[in-house]
């Protein structure tokens, strides 16, 4: 069994890595989430670790979509009023 991770941007689907064990894709999954780079780029919108399935759909295991600065400053300003 494999395991795949995916970033989805503004440009579309991209596979981050592959793993062989659940374990490695979720400290791969873990740190990606935790990334300062991903978490501020604005650009990645989220991020999916999928279980590799023998007919190339794969099995959703865990998501994380990003929070763009651009919502989150304007947020704060409707909010922070």
Same mark, same amino acid.
């Given at each position: 069994m494999a395991f795949t991770i995916y970033t989805h941007d503004s440009w579309g689907? $991209? +596979?981050v890595g592959?793993?062989?064990?659940? /374990? /490695? +894709?979720?400290e791969a999954f873990s740190a990606l989430c935790n990334d300062p780079?991903? /978490?501020q780029d604005g650009t990645i919108k989220g991020l999916e670790l $999928? /279980?590799?399935t023998q007919d190339g759909r794969g099995q959703r295991l865990d998501w994380l979509a990003f929070q763009s600065s651009e919502a989150s400053s304007r947020e704060g300003s409707v909010h922070g009023g």
């Amino acid at each position: 069994m494999a395991f795949t991770i995916y970033t989805h941007d503004s440009w579309g689907v $991209v +596979a981050v890595g592959n793993f062989p064990s659940i /374990q /490695q +894709a979720r400290e791969a999954f873990s740190a990606l989430c935790n990334d300062p780079w991903y /978490q501020q780029d604005g650009t990645i919108k989220g991020l999916e670790l $999928v /279980q590799d399935t023998q007919d190339g759909r794969g099995q959703r295991l865990d998501w994380l979509a990003f929070q763009s600065s651009e919502a989150s400053s304007r947020e704060g300003s409707v909010h922070g009023g």
